[in-house]
């Protein structure tokens, strides 16, 4: 198994490593070798070469440096989510791979175009939230933190539909990006750390087969899951 984590240190904002880790020792448990390669701005990887791709959450600043660069990687990332394979970009990062992105001071940046749709940071205000989310792949909330000072529109096909916390544009009530076995989202904690079945789930999508997956060692990180979700549907219920 060979995960490339690229931008490892420039979009790191939320210690977003963690997901590479877990994944990591989740093959471990299950026999299956699994070596990460962490390329960053100004090295060169060849896509086509990994099961899994990753990128994490940066600052709105090196997100704008790390679109330049990642440019160079526009044809085989679309070839690689056409073909199926996996990545999973959490934060901002997704956000790069739409058609536009727009700061807060209404300088345009051309994005990736792999996706259609568009990006605009709203004047500089951060919107934070915990969020409690729910997907057509999982029986289970997913939980865990937003943090961010964008909306997007556009997007047709969402990963997540929004129980507690932030969409993706104001109000809406759904979340992130999924095309084929791509994965976009805000949400934070880091999203594998917080979210065991997630972890679970994407790693069968690599492996090819989620029963080839060892999950009898996930105890605590099952156990921390529940009492958060715990948690936040009490806070639900007490909003409602």
Not at 1 to 11: A, S, V
Not at 50 to 73: A, C, F, H, M
Not at 157 to 183: A, C, H, Q, S, W
Request: glycine share 10%; aromatic share 10%.
């Amino acid at each position: 198994m060979k995960i490339l984590h690229l931008y490892h240190d420039i979009m790191n904002l939320y210690g977003d490593y963690a997901n590479i880790s877990a994944l990591k020792r989740l093959f471990g448990f299950s026999g299956i070798e699994c070596n990460v390669d962490r390329i960053t701005f100004g090295e060169n990887a060849i896509i086509s070469d990994y099961d899994l791709i990753y990128i994490g959450s940066g600052t709105e600043r090196n997100q704008k440096v790390v679109l330049e660069d990642i440019r160079k990687y526009r044809v085989s990332l679309k070839e690689y989510i056409d073909k199926g394979k996996t990545i999973l970009m959490t934060g901002n990062s997704f956000e790069m791979t739409g058609k536009t992105l727009k700061d807060a001071e209404g300088n345009e940046y051309e994005g990736l175009g792999i996706f259609d749709f568009t990006t605009e940071e709203q004047n500089k205000v951060r919107n934070t939230a915990d969020a409690v989310f729910t997907a057509d792949f999982s029986d289970k909330p997913l939980v865990g933190f937003i943090n961010k000072c964008s909306e997007i529109n556009g997007i047709t096909t969402p990963l997540f539909d929004v129980k507690m916390g932030l969409g993706n544009k104001k109000d809406d009530t759904k979340e992130g990006i999924r095309v084929n076995n791509f994965f976009g989202t805000h949400l934070t904690g880091p999203v594998l750390i917080k979210n065991p079945y997630f972890l679970i789930y994407i790693a069968g999508i690599i492996a090819g087969d989620e029963s080839k997956i060892d999950t009898k060692k996930l105890g605590f990180e099952k156990s921390g899951y529940e009492v958060t979700l715990s948690e936040l549907s009490k806070r639900m219920n007490n909003d409602g």
